[in-house]
């Protein structure tokens, strides 16, 4: 269990190293002890979200939410922008670049009709906040990335199907080969292996 | 194609002391991938299969030939005329983005409520309505006449210098369908990225490998990302949440924001809300029945599911039987003639046939699942999901026809039929609709397959084990003893 390939991938070259787990509980625990032996360039690849397994492992809230928030922000100010420039307003910009919007007159109600434009401005809200949480959520995760060295073990492959993976990586200012190695087997997995760059 | 064992559990029994199981016969993670996906990684649909994408890809192509006639010959082929002037095209999109709303409302808003039965029916409830989106996106756009001027629905500088006019609830529907189907196909398809990431690290091909590497972006499964990840998911549901109640309010305001008498009233769009989630449901029943029969599926999307389902059809049909007598309660409390006399045209005059389908199919029909043996009997669930379909288009068609057809005064009356164009591009829509579902639930995951396998029992890291399926087979001598009705 103990014997790492890592001798057969030079210093350079190596990622780092995966620990093996087939259980939940073995995967939260070793995710609590790689957070309290003080590495920081960690992850957990798993094939859903275990739940509190992100606390655990001393993950700081996104800043997501914050980002959703602008993002509708926007989408309203757009939105009532749009709809009173082009239905309710004639001007020109510093006397120079006429803004000409469609004034229509129905039945004489206000050309600057607050509770008409509501729905517009609702739906673009929500339009661009939804817009800012996926692609936000792919900007801040990296992705789409195509080659990463976790995805290039075949083993780790179980990782999106019934296996849990703790991975140090090499670049960790605490790593030292033989430590993180011997770290690892304390923790009880099923198998260690190196991960090539 | 095999399936897995489906051994006889009855989890529909209420038992206080123990959560019923929601994930039958798998006890392991790699068993649910493997059970879920056998159909998608068979090299060979089932026949069956194969039989219906024939007919669907048939129908749809019906549907693409009546809109070239249509835009080759004008709007004359169809039945539209001068009072009825939205006659089919219109019924037929209100019924498709009401299909829709079930989807939304079984990812985000049973979401929301920790309701954790809706992870095996989710995903292609999501589908479902983005498809439905697509057949109900159709119809306006081809229902305008010159459909080479579309763009004329957008915001966009022309050389008229004209702008959409804001203050019209036709504008606000192009903005709450436009956004709800770009809401939903995110929420779609993020939802399946880390499915998609399990197909292609299982792909035997490299076809396979590539199709699917591409669309899962690479996802790695790190709990880094699983951390945004399940907050934009979050996020999604808490957005689409009020979106899939304002789109369904937006379309009512068509409706109501006009001075129709039987149209110009209050309780349009939380009575349009109840009705399209009512049909929706209806729909995700009708597509759930078959799927989980063809592709294996019974130990997910167990008969406590489509209990769940059916209790759902039953309150929405009481909401709408509710909305359908307080409109005529208010028709004549109002004391306003037209309207009370549209209320009376609509059950006793001409479309009268149509009305009573509408009550029949919509009222009476779910009431049946006030009873336990007919909400566990899969032939009477199927049937009546497919009686409340036809019920909720009939609805459609009384709201849109008979308030057009007699409206004010009696000499700009005018009577309303479809021809023969108008029906085949219904069916069409089927076709569209349909094709777009079967080529889904063979080449995508059609259960969300991480999000079972995290309300599974071996899920929960500290071993509590207050998450579901706490029962296990040997203590539970009840669900032994229990008959399957399958």
């Known amino acids: ?197 | 194609m095999t399936t897995a064992p489906v051994n006889k559990i009855d989890n529909t029994i209420e038992d206080p002391e123990n959560r019923p199981q929601l994930i039958l016969n798998h006890t392991e993670f790699s068993s649910v991938t493997t059970d879920i996906l056998r159909a998608n990684e068979s090299s060979k649909a089932p026949k069956s299969w194969y039989f219906a994408l024939a007919i669907s890809f048939t129908m749809m192509s019906m549907l693409g030939a009546m809109i070239g006639y249509l835009i080759f010959t004008g709007v004359g082929v169809w039945g539209n005329n001068n009072p009825v002037a939205w006659g089919y095209p219109i019924v037929n999109f209100v019924f498709w983005v009401g299909i829709g709303h079930a989807g939304t409302l079984i990812s985000a808003i049973l979401f929301l409520f920790r309701q954790k039965w809706r992870t095996a029916i989710n995903r292609f409830a999501e589908a479902m309505t983005i498809f439905a989106v697509i057949c109900a996106g159709t119809f306006p756009g081809i229902h305008i006449g010159r459909v080479w001027l579309a763009y004329w629905l957008f915001p966009i500088p022309n050389q008229m210098d004209m702008w959409p006019q804001f203050r019209s609830p036709l504008l606000w529907d192009v903005f709450a369908v436009g956004t709800y189907f770009t809401v939903s196909l995110l929420f779609w398809y993020l939802g399946m990225v880390p499915d998609l990431a399990t197909m292609r690290d299982r792909a035997t091909s490299k076809v396979k490998q590539l199709v699917y590497g591409l669309l899962s972006l690479g996802w790695r499964g790190s709990m880094r990302h699983w951390h945004r990840y399940e907050r934009a998911y979050l996020l999604l549901a808490a957005l689409a949440t009020p979106l899939v109640l304002s789109v369904h309010s937006v379309v009512s305001f068509d409706f109501a924001v006009s001075q129709l008498p039987g149209w110009h009233t209050t309780i349009f769009p939380p009575y349009f809300v109840a009705g399209a989630i009512f049909s929706g449901f209806a729909m995700v029943m009708t597509l759930a029945i078959p799927a989980r029969q063809l592709w294996g599926l019974k130990n997910f999307i167990t008969m406590r599911h489509l209990e769940n389902m059916c209790k759902v059809v039953l309150f929405t049909g009481s909401i709408v039987g509710y909305a359908y007598s307080m409109e005529f309660f208010i028709a004549w409390y109002s004391g306003e003639i037209y309207e009370s006399f549209t209320f009376i045209n609509r059950a006793f005059g001409p479309y009268g046939w149509a009305y009573w389908i509408m009550v029949s199919c919509n009222v009476l029909t779910p009431q049946i699942f006030w009873f336990k043996k007919a909400r566990n009997n899969i032939a009477i669930i199927f049937t009546a999901s497919l009686l409340v379909n036809v019920g909720m288009w009939f609805e459609r068609f009384v709201i849109v026809v008979t308030s057009l057809a007699n409206d004010f005064l009696p000499s700009s009356w005018g009577m309303y039929e479809p021809t023969w164009v108008d029906v085949v591009t219904f069916l069409g829509s089927f076709g569209l609709f349909m094709t777009f579902f079967l080529l889904f639930i063979r080449f995508l995951p059609i259960l969300a397959i991480a999000e079972l396998k995290s309300i599974m029992p071996i899920a929960d890291p500290h071993g509590h084990g207050h998450s579901y399926n706490e029962m296990s087979g040997e203590t539970n001598a009840q669900a032994e003893l229990a008959e399957e009705d399958e």
């Open chain 1, 1 to 197: 269990m103990s014997e790492v390939a890592s001798n057969t991938i030079a210093r350079e070259n190596l990622y780092g190293l995966a620990a093996e787990f087939a259980t939940t509980p073995g995967i939260y625990h070793a995710a609590e002890e790689a957070h309290s032996a003080g590495y920081k360039w960690f992850d957990c690849l798993v094939p859903f979200p275990v739940h509190g397994l992100d606390r655990a492992m001393g993950v700081k809230m996104t800043i997501l939410p914050i980002l959703v928030f602008f993002g509708g922000m926007l989408g309203l100010t757009l939105a009532c922008c749009l709809q009173i420039f082009t239905n309710s307003l004639e001007f020109d910009i510093w006397a120079l670049i006429p803004v000409v919007g469609y004034q229509y007159d129905v039945s004489g109600k206000p050309l600057l009709g607050a509770a008409a434009f509501v729905p517009v401005a609702f739906e673009m809200t929500v339009l661009f906040s939804a817009l800012t949480a996926v692609f936000g959520t792919l900007f801040l995760n990296k992705l789409p990335m195509f080659y990463h060295p976790t995805l290039k073990h075949p083993a780790l492959a179980r990782a999106t199907d019934d296996r849990f993976y703790l991975v140090i990586e090499a670049r960790d200012p605490k790593f030292r080969l033989d430590e993180v190695e011997a770290f690892l087997n304390s923790l009880n997995p099923e198998t260690v292996i190196a991960l090539e760059k």
